[in-house]
């Protein structure tokens, strides 16, 4: 970070402007708006700078010299003359006071941003110097987006700010108590539309019979890479109090989870899973009974291998208010970053997605359905049973020249890729890292041509035990 943004308040501090054109005439102006005493020292003014003269602007008719400063909080050097505005920055710099340059910002200590000025909130954008047009491109963006209530409402709140640290004595519940005021939009469309008194009245009444209810989300995080997520899996990571997430979900998904709140791992231990299952269903319904916002972060989809419905189970018998979030399956992140499109108008005409881990007393296996031609199937924690995969699919009809691929780790930087055919699988998952999925069918084939993503292409097994040789 080459600049750091702060907000000052130049309320009656005196400001110096050198220069009196109209690059002065704009930082003239800005300096009034926030109520600095303004003088501008030049030999020349224009006219506009006449015109706005008043009591906290006064216009000296002077070349600049270092008595210039003197007693000045800032300096905004606006002349047409390099030279003396590099005279004004090194001088200022001596002396301690801020120093603008306009248009050479590398020669001052401070640059003026471009703003979006809803007050009392204020958006202020800048390139570091790099590129102001970019920087006016994204301000301008923003303020397209940020509707005109924003300062309205932002003055509402600060003005109910003491009776709501009064009355609501936790910042949780003062939280809870703001969040629901804005995301609710009541406030926010009667501002919209000048009826101040009914918005303060909407905002006293809620405030009397504010309970914070618990809450959760079952939220799916997808297959690793964390700008797969969905944009309401991120708000509610966002206003969460208290994260219950699974082994699969990554640490850079986890990073965006709102900082203070409360994250646990409720990871499951393969052979463990009826014990923590348990807990975890207690965890919910413990933190939501409490008031939290509470988010349950799962790999992928909450509804496809998740116990997702295992857990909304619990919390209807419970009672408690809850919403699903779908996310990206592994199915299909790992088969969009391995170049495999699951179906294809000459290849596969459906996808199977299924588990390779068979409980003991569980449904048993289709197999033949599984071995459908034109068909592709995706198997889930299918790698130990690799073997088996195999054997019952060879059994069952498919010819072992089936392309078959392993994705361990998709979406992920360290993604790896492993293609071959179907006899070769058992040999092709020794030593693949977990999380892995195993893609049977014609559209493997395609991974070699339509690879994009990540630094190694797929490793093919025939390749790889050639190249032991
Ligand atoms: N609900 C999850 C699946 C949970 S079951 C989803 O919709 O994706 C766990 C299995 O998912 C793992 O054993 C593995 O087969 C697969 N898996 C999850 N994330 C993966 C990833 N990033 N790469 C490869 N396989 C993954």
Redesign the pocket.
């Known amino acids: 970070m080459d600049y750091l943004p702060i907000f000052t308040k130049l309320n009656q501090r005196r400001c110096l402007v050198i220069g009196g054109g109209e690059v002065a005439v704009r930082k003239v102006r800005f300096l009034l708006k926030a109520g600095a005493k303004v003088t501008v020292h030049s030999p020349v003014f224009c006219n506009e700078l006449l015109n706005l003269e008043n009591d906290n602007l006064s216009l000296i008719t002077q070349t600049y010299t270092a008595e210039s400063l003197s007693g000045a909080w800032l300096v905004i050097a606006a002349t047409d003359n390099r030279a003396v505005n590099q005279q004004v920055a090194q001088d200022a710099e001596q002396l301690g006071i801020f120093a603008n340059v306009v248009d050479a910002p590398e020669l001052g200590s401070f640059i003026m941003p471009s703003i979006v000025d809803r007050s009392p909130i204020i958006v202020a954008v800048s390139s570091g110097g790099n590129t102001p047009v970019l920087a006016r491109l994204v301000r301008a963006k923003l303020e397209a987006v940020l509707p005109n209530y924003l300062g309205p409402l932002a003055r509402l709140a600060g003005e109910f700010r003491h009776k709501v640290q009064k009355l609501l004595p936790t910042v949780e519940s003062r939280r809870r108590y703001w969040e629901q005021i804005f995301n609710a939009g009541e406030v926010a469309s009667l501002l919209d539309k000048g009826k101040q008194d009914q918005a303060r009245a909407v905002m006293t009444e809620q405030l009397a019979d504010f309970k914070p209810k618990g809450e959760v989300a079952l939220v799916?995080a997808g297959?690793?890479d964390p700008s797969l997520i969905t944009l309401k899996a991120l708000q509610l990571m966002q206003q969460a109090d208290v994260v219950l997430y699974d082994q699969?979900v990554s640490q850079e998904t986890l990073s965006l989870v709102r900082r203070d709140a409360k994250l646990v791992n409720v990871g499951k231990e393969a052979g463990r899973h009826s014990v923590i299952q348990e807990t975890t269903n207690e965890l919910l319904v413990k933190y939501a009974q409490q008031g939290n916002k509470v988010v349950r972060l799962?790999?992928?989809?909450?509804f496809?291998?998740?116990r997702g419905g295992e857990e909304l189970e619990v919390l209807v018998e419970h009672g408690i208010d809850f919403q699903v979030v779908p996310?990206v399956?592994?199915?299909s992140?790992?088969a969009s970053y391995a170049g495999i499109p699951l179906t294809h108008r000459d290849y596969a005409q459906s996808v199977v997605f299924v588990?390779?881990?068979c409980k003991e007393q569980g449904q048993p296996i289709d197999w033949s359905s599984l071995a459908r031609p034109h068909q592709t199937t995706v198997?889930?924690?299918?790698?130990m049973q690799s073997e088996k995969i195999k054997q019952n699919l060879m059994l069952n009809g498919r010819s072992g020249e089936t392309p078959v691929a392993i994705?361990?780790?998709?979406?992920?930087t360290d993604?790896h890729v492993i293609t071959g055919q179907l006899t070769q699988l058992a040999d092709m998952a020794q030593g693949v890292q977990?999380?892995?999925?195993i893609i049977v069918g014609e559209v493997v084939s395609l991974a070699d041509k339509l690879t994009w993503f990540g630094e190694q292409a797929p490793t093919s097994y025939a390749q790889s035990l050639v190249n032991l040789a």
């Open positions: 799916g297959p690793g699969l799962k790999g992928g989809d909450p496809i291998f998740g996310g399956t592994a199915a992140g790992c588990t390779g881990h198997f889930y924690m299918g790698l994705v361990s780790k998709g979406t992920r993604q977990p999380p892995a999925l």
